[in-house]
């Protein structure tokens, strides 16, 4: 269960406001996932990064802002959001071998309320 | 862009009865099908895969068969124990670490 983690577990932020979600993973893996999950939707992939290249942003409205520093951080910078942004978003790593036959692992997710 | 679909999206079964739930995919090129169980307020977490060259995986009371003629994939569980109950979503991915998830199924094993 330690293997990803992710801060905070929970977030309240206005509209206005700036704040920075935060994965780690200490699982040796190469890739790295942002997802949201909303109720009754599937889970949303919003970002890859392999080998801290960022290959996949699947039209992500710009106020989402990743940040991959290394193979084991990887951040979510969120800037003026919006109600209909309030959701758990998920971390996820693999190994990242780019072939996708390899298993994600999660982390707790944060719970976002956008107010 | 693949598109995958999950039904159903709540289940109830009796303890002790089976449960399956079935996924289709759209892109011939996914090559790659993991299962992932919920539990409330828990991460998602693997519980069973199978790649395509393969069209039947079984680990105890969990298994899971492709179809890749049809492109549908399916997820059976038997002798269900209330511990089973949660929200249960299928994937689908190909080269390029793309993952598309179905909309999960809500399963409430009954005492």
């Known amino acids: 269960e330690t293997g990803v983690t992710q801060t905070p577990r929970h977030l309240v932020m206005g509209m206005t406001n700036k704040k920075s979600l935060k994965c780690e993973q200490h699982?040796?893996?190469?890739?790295m996932y942002w997802y949201k999950q909303s109720a009754k939707k599937p889970l949303e992939l919003m970002f890859v990064y392999s080998l801290e290249e960022r290959v996949e942003n699947n039209s992500v409205p710009s106020r989402f802002s990743p940040e991959c520093p290394n193979s084991s951080h990887l951040f979510l910078h969120l800037h003026t959001l919006q109600p209909e942004d309030s959701a758990l978003y998920l971390c996820?790593?693999?190994?990242?071998?780019?072939?996708?036959?390899?298993?994600?692992?999660f982390g707790p997710g944060t719970r976002l309320l956008v107010l | 862009g693949e598109n995958v679909e999950q039904h159903p999206s709540t289940l109830s079964v009796q303890e002790g009865d089976s449960a399956v739930i079935k996924c289709t995919y759209s892109d011939s090129a996914s090559n790659y099908f993991p299962w992932y169980k919920q539990e409330l307020g828990k991460r998602p977490q693997l519980i069973i895969d199978?790649?395509?060259?393969?069209g039947e995986k079984k680990d105890q009371r969990i298994a899971v068969t492709l179809n890749k003629t049809a492109k549908h994939f399916s997820l059976h569980i038997t002798e269900t124990q209330p511990e089973d109950s949660a929200v249960y979503f299928c994937?689908?991915?190909?080269?390029?670490?793309?993952?598309?998830f179905g909309t999960g199924t809500s399963l409430t094993v009954i005492p």
């Open positions: 699982l040796g893996h190469n890739a």
């Open positions: 996820a790593s693999s190994q990242g071998s780019a072939r996708g036959t390899e298993t994600q692992y």
């Open positions: 199978i790649r395509s060259n393969v």
């Open positions: 994937a689908a991915s190909r080269a390029g670490n793309q993952f598309y």
